[in-house]
């Protein structure tokens, strides 16, 4: 539409109701918000990687407590959960992963805080039982340290023969 009918069809009308049209601004990627913010000035990091990784830790946590409600079978469950999962990619293509830890094999070469040991009999070696807060890496570089509650065998019972 040329601007000249545009002009037009707006002097058709009072001033009192002319309405201008509305300016959007330039859209911008989550993925390139996330490397502007990283990028690093002269001053140091735009973002600090501890605030990077507490909104990784608050995403991993919005996003397990949306799949307990998913199993629901709510529709507003499941829109917030894909908002989270394209969240998600744009962070995973800036290059920040979270990992979650839930039951992988646990030996103490891993690079994880043990909150706590729990016995457990069904168990024949140390598993990781739940993940308190992931870890996380940027660009390959962990910038939080994974907490975790390990389960172990429990060998009392059988020596005592119960």
């Known amino acids: 539409m040329s601007t000249w009918t545009r002009w037009r069809g707006q002097r058709r009308y009072h001033r009192e109701f002319r309405i201008a049209a509305p300016r959007w601004p330039d859209p911008v990627s989550l993925t390139a918000a996330v490397e502007q913010l990283t990028r690093t000035t002269e001053d140091g990091p735009a973002l600090a990687e501890a605030d990077l990784?507490?909104?990784?830790?608050?995403?991993?946590?919005?996003?397990?407590?949306?799949?307990?409600?998913?199993?629901?079978?709510?529709?507003?469950?499941?829109?917030?959960?894909?908002?989270?999962?394209?969240?998600?990619?744009?962070?995973?293509?800036?290059?920040?992963?979270?990992?979650?830890?839930?039951?992988?094999?646990f030996h103490p070469g891993l690079s994880l805080e043990v909150l706590t040991m729990q016995p457990d009999p069904a168990l024949r070696h140390e598993v990781v039982r739940e993940t308190v807060r992931p870890s996380v890496y940027l660009a390959g570089k962990r910038i939080q340290m994974g907490q975790v509650i390990v389960g172990y065998p429990d060998d009392t019972l059988e020596e005592t023969g119960a």
């Open 53 to 105: 990784a507490d909104a990784a830790t608050n995403l991993w946590r919005a996003q397990r407590r949306l799949s307990r409600l998913a199993e629901e079978d709510s529709r507003e469950a499941k829109r917030v959960g894909r908002y989270l999962q394209a969240t998600q990619r744009a962070l995973d293509e800036a290059g920040l992963l979270i990992q979650d830890h839930d039951g992988t094999t």
